[in-house]
């Protein structure tokens, strides 16, 4: 059996008196894609929240790597190695396209506090900073405000925020959103070569995109685990479908 | 004009500027020189507080207290330590800044807007309490005079500070020592992350970036060079009050860097210069200075949103235009 890069145990959650997530348990095991689907409000993001250490769990206790993470604070958590992405865009908007991977390479070298080199001429970090990019494909528009991309170079960008740090754990939240067919297509296929060997959670709608993807699919529903298995046992799950599937 | 030529000419105008100011003690009266000394001082503070105000989107009410903390300070240093060595007396000051800088902070950098101004504000006017009732150490209202040090250089023969030529020099060595510091610190991956943790603290976290302790980083600087000026102001001055430390003081800065621009880095020293000669040559007409200075700033902040310094930043839309529309960057 392989390691649990990330174990969730009896993670629950509720907003004043809401409950969100009812005893969650999910192993994700290391080097596996793991998708969590489940209608709106199934509670996915808070989910997400919970394990980057945006909120707090109610009750039950997480580990990354058999460490303890339930009560840290957002960049220890990050710094461990797990690096999310969001649903809405959220990245560096003033900042050029360039700027905003050099940010998350500083952190990635720890440099983040450093005061005795000048961060333009920094060799090591632009490098790397333009690898990401081309890896990308946001070479072109690296001179660029990030507000001023389009949606679907934003996401771009999004996700190269997110594996510019080299993470262990990438937790994607909806990463093809708002993408037209064709740019799903792309966006899948960018995923899947940038997320090569590493722990993949993913949340996402599109059922093409999941059955292709993952290796293992968790379905939620009213923050309750419906089930946990193969993307072959999902297909097949009468649960699953009555739940979620069944209505389309 | 092209590039080329632009690059030249301001490099050119730059130097020209450079060697006006080093002459200063040659060409102007004493009287002129003293307010040319304030301007240096006050360009260093309004620097410092733009430090905290634009590359952290802090806006403090309460900056005052760190350059009073720097005031006083020296000023019992002075008093109290006879043949203390000048500079570490100003080193000694900062660094009583930056302390501060740290206590206070771990306060107030959790808080935003409105609230940081307000706590701000809550500790200067604690500290001016202080200073203000502890007569026994600080003379409280009548405040302290002290006695100027010469400057003893090591490998080099005294420096008189009696002279005003020399005490305009010195400050200003400081006070652009500070300022290139300033100017350099901007450039570094610190300075980077503190600009991260203003953009989108959030998404900063998530990279790994501490904002608590990147601002408190950027706060205590700024404190250290306001405490630095505090200092220079209480050497030169030869006197230190609790003016030094009171509620003007935190909004006479805030005044100086949004009259000068906080956009650019140069903004608010600027703003100080301008502001001092305006406020002197305001004062020579009437005693409601305050007035006139409230009008230039809400004429400012109206209709010339980058500062007195956005005039000079749009070569393409030429200066009157920019004042007509009034929209500065």
Redesign the interface.
Known sequence: MKTAALKIEKVSKSFSGLQILDRIDIDICKGERHAIIGPNGAGKSTLFNIITGLHRPSSGRLFFFGNDITRKSIHKIARLGICRSFQIINVFPEMSVLENVRNAIVSKFDRRFNWLSFLNSDEKINKEANRILDLCELGDVKNSPASQLSYGLQRKLELALVIAPDPILILLDEPTAGLNVEETRDAIKLIRQVTEGKTLVIIEHDMEVVFSLADRITVLNFGKILVTGTPDQIRMSKEVKDAYLGRE | MNFRSCFKLKYFIIAGLTLIVLIFPLILSPFRLNLAIEMLIFSLFATSFNLLYRYSGLLPFGHGAFFGIGGYVTALLFNHLAHIPLLLTLSIAAIAGLVAGVFIGLFCIRLKGAYFAFISLAFQMFLYTLAFSWRTLTGGDDGMGVTRPDLDLPFLSKISMMDEGNIYWFILVIVILGIVACY??L???????I??VR??E??????????F??KL?NFSLASFLAALSGSLFVFFEKFIGTSSMNLDMSLTVVLMTVIGGSGHFLGPALGASLYILVQDWISNLTDRSWLIMGILFVFVVLYLRGGVISLFQSEKMGKIRLLIRGRGN
């Open positions: 350099f610190f450039e570094t991956p610190i300075a980077n992350s600009v991260c953009e989108n959030i998404r900063a976290s998530f990279l790994g970036y501490d904002p302790l990147t980083v």
